[in-house]
């Protein structure tokens, strides 16, 4: 057995216990019930922390939604036969991702420079910097006044900082004041990261601010499959909704109370609400805006435009992009090979755009 | 200390009594004058087959060589410093390399396919091919007669392929004939590369294979290093000159036969052939021409290539590149971040450009 397959079993052994627990708190007992289902979930290749999240431990659903849902190993097989590892570096590294973005000509956020912690930085005109003093004087006064910081290989919209300049300080999202010295710090001390990149912050399309009622930059999930002719699919898309008051639209199982809402692949039309707990709803809970139904502004452009990417990106033969509608147009924000699987109700269609690719994609 | 160090201070144990060996019969020096220059290479951080093959096991050759010469633990400290390690893929894999360049406007072989034995390939009209008869088909009638293959994450030119087509069959180098099928099938069963880049076979200017006397590909080394205000500087340069029979031009120690040759860099001329082994060859042991005073064709457009690339490539600060002349102009073979270090009398000059931006 290899050290990632011991370290997979021992992860899943570790959930077990709490995730038993938080199942039979939801569900009001029934442990052996939970416990039967826990062992299906394994058998469909399940974490039980991910079982748990897509109600799958509920001893009151039928057997039969297993094969409505895909498990994020499956997901990641798919996903292994469709691209080729060597390629990973050049997604998972924003850095190298947006610099790729830019030589394809593919609209992305401006990078202002890109920071690392052991070798000098550029700048967008090509000047490079090394050492505290050049890069607090390059923050002070070069750069822009209101930026994003990435970690080079953050996911999950983890270690972002949103900041912006005032009267030679820096002030981030939640009002706490950092002179341009702890900003330098704060990148130079990050265990996580040895890179970061500095860039423009972009606003959402009015009408999507309007829904949600955030300033948050909330994108789009899109799902492109290439086609053995070279044609690109748009397997699935999902809005993803600032529900709380955080700046980053991640789902990440619903922790940040963020929205997810499925939208119609040939029209841009949102079509259902998706929330943790598998409650649906139709109206933004903050606003109280009604979100099925709403047309995604520019979609016809921002399929157009995921798909050129795809193109630019292959032999990655499946990415979900995250695309960020803005007033004038779309971008790409990220690329991930190792997307979430889709959800319950999409799951067949999502496995077709598979076919000319793989011949019979697994599912459970 | 941690695991991979232990691993590499093994490695050099083990190397050490072949390479006394070696030198005792390359200079027939005593054990005892061997093992002291040795001693001083490894306190210098030289690995010992390296302080061999740089000649620095010699008894006769003063203590001074030493600070003439850069180890390559102490250029690889050096280039650490200039390059983030995350950028290192766009390099180092051949197949994310060529695709790069060509989006960016840097001239390359033209890139026909890219190989993948666990996912599909691609091809360069766009297609994406799923299955082995797919890929019969391409390499037997779709794709041009005249092909290198090169694994993706191959160095010093190890597991490159040849192939010129003639009648559906393959042909490598030497004459033999192979079914695409039986090309697929090495690409399948190679235990070290899952992924192998398929392009156009580049000819040299003919000047240059009039010196050479073969149509193997010969290029240039030239190591750029940025500088802080964005400018590009080339300190180091030389030519690789098959002397062998093999295809490839890397110098792998001189194991192949072939000769490493320093260039003028402001007028791109050869200069005198340097070893500090053994004796180099004044002529071109195929052509019998002289080596010394050849003028390399498009110097002036070579050496502008390689800036633009090397800018197109920042945040990378410094790079080794490989650079054909063909009769059309300078193309871009590869890059390499961890390129080896200079001969003496042209490492000052890189470790020099690399301070100096550091400086700036």
């Known amino acids: ?364 | 200390m941690e695991v991979k160090g232990l691993l590499r201070r093994a490695g050099a144990i083990a190397e050490i009594p072949g390479v006394v060996l070696q030198a005792k019969r390359m200079y027939h020096g005593t054990t005892l004058g061997i093992l002291v220059k040795l001693y001083k290479s490894i306190t210098r951080r030289y690995l010992p087959e390296e302080a061999f093959y740089r000649g620095l096991l010699n008894p006769t050759v003063p203590d001074s060589e030493f600070d003439r010469n850069c180890s390559r633990s102490d250029m690889a400290k050096l280039q650490r410093s200039r390059n983030p390690l995350a950028w290192e893929y766009l390099l180092a894999d051949k197949s994310i390399f060529y695709r790069y360049c060509e989006l960016a406007g840097i001239p390359v072989p033209s890139l026909y396919a890219l190989w993948s034995k666990h996912t599909p390939g691609w091809t360069c009209n766009g297609r994406l091919l799923t299955r082995r008869d797919q890929w019969v088909t391409f390499l037997e009638r779709d794709c041009p007669p005249d092909i290198v293959i090169k694994p993706n994450r191959g160095v010093y030119g190890n597991g490159i392929q040849f192939f010129q087509r003639h009648d559906g069959r393959l042909l490598d180098p030497a004459g033999r004939a192979f079914s695409a099928g039986e090309v697929l099938d090495s690409l399948v069963s190679d235990r070290e590369f899952d992924m192998f880049v398929i392009q156009a076979r580049l000819r040299n200017h003919p000047l240059m294979e009039r010196l050479h006397g073969t149509d193997a590909l010969h290029t240039l080394r030239i190591v750029t290093v940025l500088q802080a205000d964005g400018g590009c500087v080339i300190p180091y340069v030389k030519y690789k000159v098959i002397g062998g029979d093999a295809y490839v031009d890397n110098f792998r120690h001189g194991h192949l036969g072939n000769i490493s040759m320093e260039i003028d860099i402001d007028t791109g001329t050869l200069r005198e052939p340097y070893s500090q082994r053994v004796e180099p060859p004044r002529v071109h042991p195929k052509s019998g021409r002289a080596l010394a005073g050849f003028q390399i064709p498009f110097w002036e457009e070579t050496l502008a290539t390689v800036k633009d690339c090397a800018r197109k490539f920042s945040p990378i600060g410094t790079v080794g590149w490989d650079v054909a002349v063909t009769p059309t102009g300078p193309v871009i073979i590869e890059g390499n971040i961890w390129y080896d270090p200079p001969s003496p009398s042209d490492v000052r000059p890189v470790i020099s450009a690399i301070h100096l931006a550091d400086a700036c």
């Not at chain 1, 939604?65 to 097989?77: P, V």
């Open chain 1, 1 to 364: 057995m290899d050290a990632d397959r011991i370290t997979r079993h021992t992860r899943i052994l570790l959930q077990i216990p709490v995730v038993v627990a938080q199942a039979v708190m939801r569900h009001g007992g029934h442990l052996p019930a939970i416990a039967r289902k826990l062992v299906l979930s394994l058998k469909h290749r399940y974490e039980p922390r991910e079982a748990f999240a897509k109600e799958l431990l509920d001893p009151t659903l039928p057997d039969s939604e297993f094969s409505k849902h895909l498990s994020r190993s499956n997901m990641s097989r798919i996903q292994r036969q469709c691209n080729p590892a060597a390629w990973e570096a050049l997604l998972a590294d924003k850095s190298v991702f947006y610099r790729y973005c830019t030589v394809c000509g593919i609209p992305i956020p401006t990078v202002y420079a890109t920071f690392s912690k052991y070798s000098p930085g550029v700048t967008q005109s090509g000047k490079l910097l090394a050492g505290r003093q050049q890069w607090v004087s390059y923050l002070l006064e070069e750069c822009p006044p209101e930026i994003v910081l990435k970690p080079n290989h953050g996911f999950y919209g983890f270690g972002i900082m949103f900041l912006e300049r005032t009267h030679g300080e820096f002030v981030d999202n939640y009002g706490k004041h950092f002179r341009a010295e702890a900003v330098y710090d704060r990148m130079m001390s990050d265990k996580k990261s040895d890179m970061f990149v500095i860039q423009e912050r972009i606003r959402n399309h009015r009408d999507i601010a309007r829904l949600s009622g955030s300033q948050a930059l909330q994108t789009m999930r899109m799902t492109t499959v290439l086609q053995a002719d070279g044609s690109v699919t748009l397997a699935w898309a999902h809005l993803k909704l600032a529900g709380g008051e955080h700046l980053v639209d991640n789902y990440r199982y619903g922790e940040l109370n963020n929205l997810m809402a499925g939208v119609d692949t040939r029209t841009g039309v949102v079509r259902q609400m998706l929330l943790s707990h598998n409650s649906k709803i139709t109206a933004h809970p903050k606003t109280g805006i009604p979100i099925v139904g709403f047309q995604i502004p520019y979609w016809s452009e921002s399929r157009a435009l995921v798909e050129r990417s795809a193109r630019k990106f292959s032999p990655l033969g499946t990415i979900g992009w995250d695309v960020a509608v803005t007033q004038n147009g779309p971008m790409i924000i990220e690329g991930n090979i190792w997307y979430d699987p889709p959800s319950a109700p999409d799951i067949a269609d999502f496995l077709a755009a598979f076919r000319t690719l793989i011949p019979t994609p697994k599912k459970n």
